[in-house]
């Protein structure tokens, strides 16, 4: 079974950079696109962007400025850096696999509070 | 930022059937498949249903889905308490680089 744990910074302050790594374990790496989404009560689900095991970047525009996407194949890993956060970047961000995911991490609760 | 709008809730009695809608326009439902996902509180997105109908494996054949132009549906029949959750739905958009999500809907059993 495909299993996603993600880690990292769940406090942040404004101007500061989020930084989350996911790890796989179970299943193929490589062939696969690696997703982040991120949730919060009032807009939902919003895709941030997603990197192939090759390091293939695809990101959402509206982030794309402030968004770096990275990938260790040998560990199996791909991470996330958001730079500039603001309050609006508040949410439960989860890893997936897959353009859309069919296998998600459990997320992490970000907040960006001064 | 949600681009296909659900039913905020949908409720029902055990064994009862209940349906969630999903609505979106002909450059995403009307031109794609559409994933459905269940969230039990506090936990990951579970993948329910993908390419609009199918059920992954170890998913009871009490959820299924349909679509019918820019819509898609989710039915649970037989509902059960442990079905209370909150139900998304999930397709591309050939407008936008990623893919697009529902609002959510609440199940309360």
């Known amino acids: 079974q495909v299993q996603l744990q993600q880690w990292g910074e769940g406090q942040l302050r404004p101007s500061e950079t989020l930084s989350l790594t996911c790890a796989v374990y179970g299943g193929f790496f490589t062939g696969y696109q690696w997703s982040w989404v991120r949730q919060t009560p009032d807009k939902g689900m919003e895709w941030i962007g997603e990197i192939s095991h090759e390091g293939n970047t695809n990101y959402n525009p509206f982030l794309k400025s402030r968004l770096t996407m990275s990938v260790d194949p040998s560990k199996n890993q791909f991470s996330l850096q958001l730079t500039s956060v603001t309050a609006a970047d508040t949410a439960v961000y989860y890893c997936?696999?897959?353009?859309?995911?069919?296998?998600w991490s459990q997320g992490t609760r970000v907040t960006v509070s001064s | 930022q949600s681009v296909l709008t659900q039913p905020p809730s949908a409720s029902g009695t055990p064994g009862q059937r209940v349906t969630i809608s999903c609505s979106g326009r002909?450059?995403?439902?009307?031109?794609?498949?559409v994933n459905w996902y269940q969230q039990l509180p506090g936990t990951a997105p579970k993948l329910l249903i993908y390419s609009t109908y199918q059920r992954p494996s170890g998913v009871p054949d009490r959820f299924s889905g349909s679509k019918s132009g820019t819509s898609a549906s989710l039915a649970i029949t037989g509902l059960q308490s442990e079905d209370e959750a909150l139900y998304f739905c999930?397709?591309?958009?050939?407008?936008?680089?990623?893919?697009?999500f529902g609002t959510g809907t609440k199940v309360t059993v």
């Open positions: 997936a696999r897959g353009h859309m995911g069919d296998f």
């Open positions: 999930a397709t591309r958009d050939d407008s936008l680089t990623g893919p697009v």
């Open positions: 002909s450059s995403n439902i009307g031109s794609h498949t």
